[in-house]
């Protein structure tokens, strides 16, 4: 929760949509193995059905269009577990993508912010007030779905053949972990679509942040002409007097004869520039998007 070297929306953004897109290629792999046909009968040898079970298990699974398995799975929960355990990975992945946004909502930062729609975050109270709702459910489902995880997890040792009680459990489970996972993505779409942006807002917090974040790319220019350690240290100690005099860190840095002697002011104010010390983001945006004009 304190200042680091700048970034970009848009690289959070497609870490975002990385990050969602792993999720689903997961569920979907998923999906193919837990979709499968559950047909064994009483201790899952269709026994009543004689010699013509397999036929039987097989047009079953055609009509219902189900996979069907090389055998029974009754009392082997693990497909169900692993389906509602990457659930719960999705909701956490939409889960910050929403404590991100409401992050950058706050009054302080005001970068971003969910769409403006009637009374939408409004206060009882205060009509200034524009709450991060969509955010806030976001991370509300998420909350619940740890304790889904482990209802399914506890419930995996069942009793031979048949589970006593634990099966039941998951009743509920499973429809829960799909309604919460439907929900945040509804919710996740809702805040994507209209989300927000005030890059004025974010030019005015770089300012005001006097390139202080920035240390770490003058640092690092210092470290090959006075060593690493010895450029921590003297960027450690600027940063100590700019802060304390409330100036800009360029200015100190411009009248530290030992900073003068290895830098000039015009090196000094483009190592200072945020725009110079973006290193890959865009090259990492184009890779997620797959547009190379995101290079540009």
Known sequence: MQPGPPTTLGLKLAGFLAAVRRDRERIGAESDRTLGLQFGGAVGTLASLGTVGDSVSAELARILDLAEP??????????????????????????????????????????????????????????????????????????????????????????????????????????????????????????????????????????????????????????????????????????DQATKDNARLSDVLKHMPEVNMHLSDAEIDVLLDPHNYLGSAQRFIARVVGDEDALD
């Open 70 to 239: 090389a055998l029974p799975w009754h009392s082997h929960r693990d497909n169900l577990v692993a389906i509602v355990q990457l659930l719960g990975i999705l909701t956490g992945t939409l889960a910050k993508f929403g404590k991100d946004v409401a992050l950058l909502m706050q009054g302080e930062v005001g970068e971003a912010s969910e769409g403006v729609g009637e009374a939408r975050g409004g206060s009882s109270t205060m009509p200034h007030k524009r709450n991060p709702v969509a955010s806030a459910a976001l991370i509300a489902i998420h909350a619940k779905m740890p304790g889904l995880v482990t209802t399914m997890l506890n419930a995996m040792p069942q009793e031979h053949e048949r589970g006593l009680g634990l099966w039941q459990a998951e009743w509920d489970t499973v429809p829960e972990a799909f309604c919460l996972g439907s929900a945040s993505v509804a919710y996740a779409i809702e805040i994507a679509e209209g989300l927000t942006t005030n890059s004025a807002r974010m030019q005015t917090n770089i300012d005001a942040a006097l390139g202080l974040p920035l240390a770490e790319a003058v640092s690092t220019a210092l470290a090959p002409k006075i060593g690493r350690v010895a450029a921590h240290r003297l960027l450690r100690n600027a940063v």
